[in-house]
């Protein structure tokens, strides 16, 4: 199996089966994101508890990538602090926008690498990002990527 074969199962995966799909009771910051260029929409939950997202959830409709994208997001930021979150952030945004490696391990983000190749599906791949930074600063608007 080649490389770009199996980022490809990785996204089909995440984007059929979102792990940590679904309302989060105890969140204390929420926000919603979409992308009205592809249609998606999204509604995240976070708990943070000083400084470190001890959980995210989310709930909402869109392409495969988008559904991918809060999957994976969800896995890698469970646990980190809001730095090291920006740190991940920085490095997928290079990745997707770049189309190169960004130079640190990002783990199962780094499927997400063929994205740049389609500048439409950044936003696709970025919404849960974007929806996620506004989430921790308690932005009461809406996320848009357009
Ligand atoms: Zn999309």
Not at 23 to 43: E, F, S, T
Not at 86 to 91: C, G, N, R
Not at 134 to 141: C, E, F, G
Request: proline share 4%.
């Amino acid at each position: 199996m080649s490389l770009r074969d199996l980022y490809q199962e990785i996204i089909v995966d995440h984007g059929k089966q979102p792990r940590h799909f679904g309302k989060l009771v105890n969140a204390n910051h929420c926000q919603v994101g979409h992308n009205p260029l592809c249609g998606d929409r999204l509604i995240l939950y976070v708990l943070e508890q000083n400084g470190v997202v001890e959980k995210v959830q989310f709930e909402g409709v869109g392409c495969a990538i988008s559904v991918a994208s809060a999957s994976l997001m969800s896995e890698a930021i469970k646990g980190k602090s809001i730095r090291e979150i920006e740190v991940i952030f920085d490095l997928f945004h290079y990745l997707v926008t770049e189309g190169k490696d960004p130079g640190q391990d990002i783990g199962k983000l780094a499927a997400f690498s063929g994205v740049a190749e389609f500048p439409m599906r950044v936003k696709c791949a970025t919404l849960a990002w974007h929806t996620l930074k506004a989430a921790l600063l308690n932005d009461p608007h809406p996320v848009t990527t357009e």
